[in-house]
């Protein structure tokens, strides 16, 4: 009977034996136990057939990633009744940009009225926009545009002439004429000085700043006032001479005027051809004649 129960038991006594745990010793010694593998059974004409085993791997964490948070960024400041203007903005085309023509510098001139003084036929006047000169004109055109009118006579104009003839030769500026009140104070000027003065005081407003050359060879230009008087053009050079000439009474080669400025605008005479090119390219000789 022992015997016998013996062989039942023995079964049952190996497997409880098997799963008693490893001494605590051993835990560390003991390699770790393969992998579980799961045995898959299918029945194929009563025989028992095994499939390839089926490892399940084990799920891999992802390293863990610090997320530090950032502030939100300021929105954009836009005054009250303004819309926002988007994130992106396409670009303008080129063929939709203004184009914006060049400045051309130009130099401010007398206003041609179109219009000729008295007896302006008969020094061959015309109408011009551009001198040479003009850059320098300043107070030539404040004398002119603030002329006061008055009566003149011929007594008068000699008196100028006289008065003027005795002032002292003196230049300042070789292109820029001094004002009436300084070369009267200083009882000095050059011929473009001179004029000047002496066409403030005369105050005709039929009279015309001229400049031109004495003599038609000369290298530097001369300045002098024509005055209409009597239906006659006359010359009133105080710089040369002490009284007036006509100018019909001098010859081709003397006295050869180029511009004159007047209180009708400003005129060209038919002696500009031989200056052409210094009118393409704005240049001037120097105003500065002396006897």
Request: charged share 20%; glycine share 4%; hydrophobic share 40%.
């Amino acid at each position: 009977m022992a015997l016998r129960r013996y062989r039942y038991f023995a079964p049952a006594l190996a497997a409880l034996l098997a799963a008693v745990p490893l001494a605590a010793q051993e835990v560390g010694t003991r390699p770790s136990p393969p992998p579980r593998v799961t045995f898959r059974s299918a029945t194929f004409r009563g025989d028992l057939k095994l499939r390839e085993p089926s490892v399940a791997p084990a799920p891999v964490q992802p390293p863990a990633i610090a997320v530090i948070p950032t502030a939100p960024r300021p929105a954009p400041l836009v005054a009250k009744g303004t819309p926002a203007s988007p994130a992106k903005t396409a670009p303008t085309p080129l063929a939709a940009l203004p184009v914006v023509p060049r400045a051309i510098p130009t130099f401010r001139t007398f206003t041609t009225r179109g219009t000729l003084p008295a007896g302006g036929r008969d020094l061959a006047l015309q109408p011009t926009t551009f001198t040479p000169y003009d850059r320098y004109l300043g107070t030539v055109r404040t004398v002119i545009n603030n002329l006061a009118p008055q009566p003149a006579n011929m007594v008068l104009a000699a008196r100028l002439m006289k008065e003027g003839r005795r002032m002292n030769y003196c230049m300042s500026d070789p292109y820029r004429a001094d004002p009436p009140a300084v070369t009267a104070a200083r009882r000095a000027g050059d011929c473009k000085s001179k004029a000047l003065w002496l066409y403030d005081q005369l105050g005709d407003s039929s009279a015309l700043f001229v400049i031109g050359k004495v003599q038609r060879r000369a290298r530097t230009s001369h300045a002098w006032v024509y005055w209409r008087y009597a239906d006659r053009w006359w010359i009133l050079d105080c710089t040369e001479r002490t009284d007036p000439i006509a100018a019909d009474s001098v010859s081709s080669d003397r006295y050869v005027p180029y511009y004159s400025f007047g209180k009708t605008g400003t005129f060209r005479h038919s002696a500009t051809r031989i200056m052409m090119a210094s009118a393409l390219h704005p240049s001037a000789s120097p105003v500065t004649a002396k006897k």
